[in-house]
């Protein structure tokens, strides 16, 4: 068990990231008009890490696909290689869509809010 969670990791390290993020602590608390700037920097990050998550997910398929070709033609790989490293593939792809769809619902509920 140990195993699979270290190699879910990659997936840690987005949480990592934005609970120690001093400027994401500050803008929950409410952004001065000062603090505007630092609004900027913590979206360019967060795209950044956005990015950085679905490089990491484009590998991870990527590595899954070529354990099958390897396994298909006869190679040196043991078959519970090949399906550790489509699962691993499969749930960071589950786990970028739950994402995208609790920051589609945040939207969807900050879009209906009235002012």
């Known amino acids: 068990m140990e195993s699979i969670s270290n190699n879910l990791?990659?997936?840690?390290i987005l949480l990592n990231k934005l609970q120690s993020d001093s400027a994401v602590k500050k803008a929950g608390r409410g952004a001065d008009p000062s603090e505007s700037e630092g609004l900027g920097n913590i979206l360019h990050s967060f795209g950044g890490i956005l990015k950085d998550q679905?490089?990491?997910i484009n590998n991870l398929q990527q590595e899954a696909d070529q354990a099958k070709q390897?396994?298909?033609v006869g190679g040196d790989i043991e078959l519970h290689n090949v399906m550790l490293a489509a699962e691993k593939a499969d749930l960071s792809l589950q786990l970028a869509m739950q994402v995208r769809n609790k920051l589609v619902a945040a939207y969807q509920e900050i879009s209906h809010m009235t002012v």
Request: proline fraction near 0%; charged fraction near 10%; avoid cysteine.
């Open 9 to 12: 990791g990659g997936n840690d």
């Open 54 to 56: 679905m490089s990491n």
């Open 70 to 72: 390897t396994y298909a």
